[in-house]
């Protein structure tokens, strides 16, 4: 691939974090793979420096490439968690998993209640976990601040309300980032979606 398109770091690195080359690795790491492009990478610019004319810049490079040294490091795997941050950080989303599935034994410990199985609950006082997905604040006509939350958990979207006096103690948790967990009371609105009261 590095001998055929005129990649820069960032691209070459940004293939590699989100996976678009695991299936040509072999048994290399994507740190092995970064480590491997990395050492490539200033020979290629330099050989395309070398052999570039005006319209040639594009072309494949047809000298071979410098060879790897006899002993390259053993560098471990991203773990889950890593590999979906990597990929949302290149690009917006995550494709492998849904970045609430490295924390899916933590939402079971907390015994969560799925977005879909909400209605089940109406009336009572159960817990919710996702990632926020939409955050809102809202004046009350008292003055007191209230926030409106959309977590996505692992099945749905879920549709949050934090009244005034939950407010200041919800901030820290929506600041750190990540997934949250709720416990309010599940309601059935007028238009009969499922609203959970915290």
Do not use: C, N
């Not at 494949?60 to 889950?80: G, N, Q």
């Not at 933590?106 to 009336?123: S, T």
């Amino acid at each position: 691939l590095l001998t055929r398109a005129p990649m820069s770091k960032a691209e070459i690195s940004a293939l590699i974090a989100v996976g678009a080359l695991d299936r040509i690795a072999g048994e290399r790491s994507r740190p092995e793979l970064l480590w491997q492009a990395r050492l490539w990478l200033p020979a290629l610019e330099r050989a395309r420096a070398r052999g570039a004319g005006p319209d040639q810049t594009s072309l494949p490079l047809l000298e071979p490439l410098p060879d790897l040294p006899a002993t390259m490091p053993a560098l471990r795997p991203y773990s889950e968690a890593e590999r979906l941050d990597l990929e949302h950080e290149a690009l917006g989303f995550t494709l492998s998993a849904s970045p609430l599935t490295p924390y899916r034994d933590l939402l079971a410990r907390y015994r969560a209640v799925p977005a879909g199985e909400l209605i089940a609950h109406a009336g009572e006082s159960i817990v919710v976990g996702g990632l926020p997905v939409v955050v809102r604040r809202h004046l009350t006509v008292k003055g007191e601040w209230m926030l409106f939350l959309t977590l996505q958990d692992l099945t749905d979207l879920i549709e949050v309300v934090v009244m005034p006096d939950s407010y200041h103690a919800a901030l820290p948790a929506l600041v750190a980032g990540g997934p949250v967990v709720v416990r309010g009371r599940v309601e059935v609105a007028i238009h009969g979606g499922v609203v959970v009261h915290a």
